[in-house]
Nanobody, 126 residues
C-alpha cells in the first residue's frame, strides 16, 4: 500500500498561482499512475490531471488545460500540480490519488484510483 499526503494549498487571489505537492510513503511512487482530483462544496469530486508512471504522458480536464501542469519526481516520491491563472471556480479541496493497475490508457474515473490523500484546501478569491 501507499500513503499519500498533500500540501501546498491556501488562499490566493484570482490570477495567482499555487503549487501542490503529494508525498508518497510505503511504496515507491513509480509503481503508480498518479492523479489529481478536486471537490468543490456541494459538487461531486472531479478529475483534474493525471500522469503516467514515467511522466512521459499526461492528461488534463478541459477546465484546467493550459493553466495547470502535473509533474512527478519519482526519486523524491512526490507528485506536483502547478496551478496558474487561478479562478474562483478552482476553489475546492484537492486530492491526489494513485492507480496501481497497468492499463493502456490513463483513467479519469474515481473508481480506478485505489489510494487517496486527505486533501488540501485551495481557495481563490475574486
Amino acid at each position: 500500500q501507499v500513503q499519500l499526503v498533500e500540501s501546498g494549498g491556501g488562499l490566493v487571489q484570482a490570477g495567482g498561482s499555487l503549487k501542490l505537492s503529494c508525498a508518497a510513503s510505503g511504496r515507491t511512487l513509480s509503481t503508480y499512475v498518479m492523479g489529481w482530483f478536486r471537490q468543490a462544496p456541494g459538487k461531486e469530486r472531479e478529475f483534474v490531471a493525471a500522469i503516467r508512471r514515467s511522466g512521459s504522458s499526461t492528461l488534463y480536464a478541459d477546465s484546467v488545460n493550459g493553466r495547470f501542469t502535473i509533474s512527478r519526481d519519482n526519486a523524491k516520491n512526490t507528485v506536483y500540480l502547478q496551478m496558474n491563472s487561478l479562478k474562483p471556480d478552482d476553489t475546492a479541496v484537492y486530492y491526489c490519488a494513485a492507480d496501481g493497475v497497468f492499463r493502456l490508457k490513463i483513467q479519469i474515473g474515481i473508481p480506478f484510483y485505489d489510494y487517496w490523500g486527505q486533501g488540501t484546501q485551495v481557495t481563490v478569491s475574486s
